[in-house]
């Protein structure tokens, strides 16, 4: 992909492709036997992730409904993982989800999801399995990519020759020295991740699917964390190009670890400032019978954007949200 030009995408085209797109993947789910489940789009419980903000709106109809104030989701996985600790089993969703903030060339607040969990996975056969999906979306293309699989200490020594787990901070800072940042507040993680996004990402060839697994635990989001020296986040983010597609998980289902996680999310949020949010406490009551099981969501329109070679995501949108 050209990502310095925006591509000559007709509406139609787009339109289009990405009709192809949706049967291609509940193709691919149906050959697998996974099941296509549709889950609220309303919630009374928020994302308590400081770096994601929610959309909320107020109920009016009888208080006998629940909570006035609802909140429009983020992703489908906290109903998903309820529907996984009634026992549904392997399933997907393809649907809409809302994130409040920055609209413009890489995002619109109103996008497309994938996620999907398999049961009795780690987050290691999980990654085999949406390289393929991806593989076959790139099919309806013509294109195929080569694969390059490494552990997240792998990518930092090869590329950067700096160890993530033992280089001082100084040393994180020191390949960023030519790059504009606002230093204040930043922790070790927040460097981290401006290496990836400022030194890696930025590198990865157009036809190459690149994977990194197994992040620092501090970096552990709704993921297990294996035991170790050091100690890691099974989790992997798979990257067509230099976009990010696919966040995926080893799946925490310790509910006290959960409601501590997102404890420290809403303490992170007042220290910022932020509104602390509703923890979701339907999923925490289930949390500890949900089957061990690794899921992965997948962002649609960055997946269409590469298949469309263009660097704008209001080419594969029928309308922006400038235009909604």
């Known amino acids: 992909m050209n990502e310095g030009a925006r591509a000559p995408v007709s509406r139609l085209e787009s339109l289009r492709l990405r009709a192809r797109l949706y049967a291609s993947i509940r193709a691919f789910f149906a050959g697998r036997g996974v099941l296509e489940v549709e889950t609220p789009v309303l919630s009374a419980a928020g994302n308590t992730e400081p770096n994601i903000e929610s959309f909320s709106t107020p109920f009016s109809g009888h208080v006998d409904a629940g909570s006035r104030e609802r909140w429009l989701r983020t992703s489908p996985e906290y109903p998903l993982k309820r529907l996984l600790a009634d026992g ?59 694969v390059v699989v490494r552990s997240y200490r792998e990518w930092f020594v090869a590329e950067l ?105 809403n303490a992170r949020r007042r220290g910022r400032g932020q509104r602390e949010l509703p923890l979701d406490e339907r999923l925490l009551a289930v949390l500890d019978a949900m089957p061990a099981c690794a899921g992965v969501a997948l962002g649609i329109e960055r997946l269409l954007m590469c298949l469309a070679a263009t660097d704008d995501i209001r080419d594969v949108l029928a309308f922006a949200f400038a235009e909604a």
């Open 161 to 265: 020759g700096l160890d993530p787990f033992t280089a001082s901070v100084d040393e994180l800072r020191a390949p960023l020295a030519d790059v504009r940042i606002d230093e204040a507040g930043l922790v070790r993680d927040d460097w981290l991740d401006l290496l990836v996004t400022h030194r890696l990402q930025p590198s990865f060839p157009r036809d190459r699917i690149s994977v990194m697994h197994d992040f620092p635990a501090t970096q552990c989001a709704l993921a297990k964390v294996r035991a170790g020296e050091p100690p890691l986040a099974e989790r992997f983010e798979l990257y067509l190009g230099s976009y990010e597609l696919a966040n995926g998980y080893h799946e925490l289902n310790d509910a006290a670890e959960q409601r501590a996680r997102f404890e420290r999310d």
């Open 88 to 146: 549904i089993g392997d399933c997907y969703e393809l649907g809409r989800v809302f994130r409040n903030g920055e609209a413009g060339r890489r995002h619109n607040p109103e996008f497309t999801m994938l996620e999907w969990y398999r049961v009795g996975w780690d987050h290691l056969r999980l990654i085999d399995e949406t390289v393929e999906l991806v593989q076959d979306a790139l099919a309806l293309q013509g294109r195929h990519a080569e």
